[in-house]
């Protein structure tokens, strides 16, 4: 079994979500680009830092309630020290949505000051917020302008047109639709964005999906899957250190599917259901915070 996919995700919108940034983008003082805190790299587009130039820049690493915290201080340390304003944010319990105003207008200190040296002191700051599909954009708008105003829903693509939402009198942000990019260099990308629900769950069959994030799992976090699956006293293949990932990741669903006796007739293990269940644990924190990349 090897492990060669060629994952691909880019609908039509998405071209003329591209085209639209690019036309805004001379109307915006600041680009604010989201990330998922449990892929920060996966889930950064690659186009935006072409499409934005020199803009002045802020990332904001969201669902931090749902990421390791000492991979999400190291992420912010990365990014800080690559020259960009840094926030965390969990727009469940609203943790950190407090600080995007002030370190935006910090941000912004000098652009504020030349309308000020102009006579435009009350000119409203204007910024873009990106991000691929279901990071969370439109919550943490909704979050910060304390409105029910950008449609909101945990799965990837609905909003498709571009939303100005006022925060305050001297805050516009520009809402924009998720966009990802034409191709994935790296197939690790195309999972981790299944993984977290960024792109659909049909780019692979689901036993294969649950297997690769088994595998990640069982490399980063494995006394989790241990803990969680009763895999301590499970028997291991013994060329299981020498196989391909998705090889070793079946191997592991099957075993947490023995423990959890989920049997077909004639006692054939129920391997799609543990996947199912596999992921839906993954994306709901039943199984914990997980960050499954490091700077």
């Not at 800080?80 to 002030?102: E, H, L, N, Y």
């Not at 196989?243 to 006692?267: H, I």
């Not at 996947?275 to 644990?281: G, M, P, S, T």
Request: charged residues 30%; glycine residues 8%; contains cysteine.
């Amino acid at each position: 079994m090897t492990d060669n996919m060629n994952i691909q995700w880019y609908p039509g919108h998405m071209t003329k979500t591209r085209r639209m940034m690019e036309a805004e983008l001379k109307l915006v003082d600041a680009v604010c680009e989201i990330l998922d805190a449990r892929i920060p790299r996966s889930s950064r587009n690659p186009d935006i830092d072409a499409i934005c130039g020199d803009k002045p820049r802020m990332v904001i690493l969201n669902r931090i309630d749902m990421a390791d915290p000492a991979r999400t201080r190291a992420w912010a340390d990365h990014f800080k020290a690559r020259g960009f304003s840094v926030i965390q944010t969990d727009c469940k319990t609203r943790k950190g949505i407090t600080d995007f105003s002030p370190a935006l207008n910090r941000l912004l200190a000098e652009k504020r000051r030349r309308y000020a040296e102009k006579g435009m002191e009350g000119k409203p700051l204007k910024a873009m917020v990106v991000g691929v599909p279901n990071v969370g954009k439109s919550t943490f708008i909704n979050q910060v302008a304390g409105r029910k105003g950008a449609k909101a829903e945990n799965r990837p693509g609905v909003t498709r047109g571009k939303q100005w939402v006022t925060v305050d009198r001297g805050l516009l942000l520009l809402d924009t639709p998720g966009i990802l990019w034409p191709k994935f260099e790296d197939p690790e990308v195309g999972l981790r964005l299944a993984w977290t629900g960024a792109v659909k769950d049909d780019i692979l069959d689901t036993e294969t999906l649950a297997a690769r994030l088994m595998d990640q799992l069982w490399r980063d976090y494995p006394q989790v899957l241990r803990d969680r699956y009763k895999l301590g006293d499970a028997p291991l293949p013994a060329d299981f250190a020498g196989m391909v990932p998705s090889a070793r990741g079946f191997a592991l669903l099957e075993q947490a599917a023995r423990k959890r006796g989920f049997l077909l007739p004639g006692a054939e293990l129920d391997v799609e259901r543990m996947a199912n269940v596999l992921l839906e644990e993954y994306r709901s924190c039943k199984l914990g915070r997980f960050t499954l990349e490091t700077p």
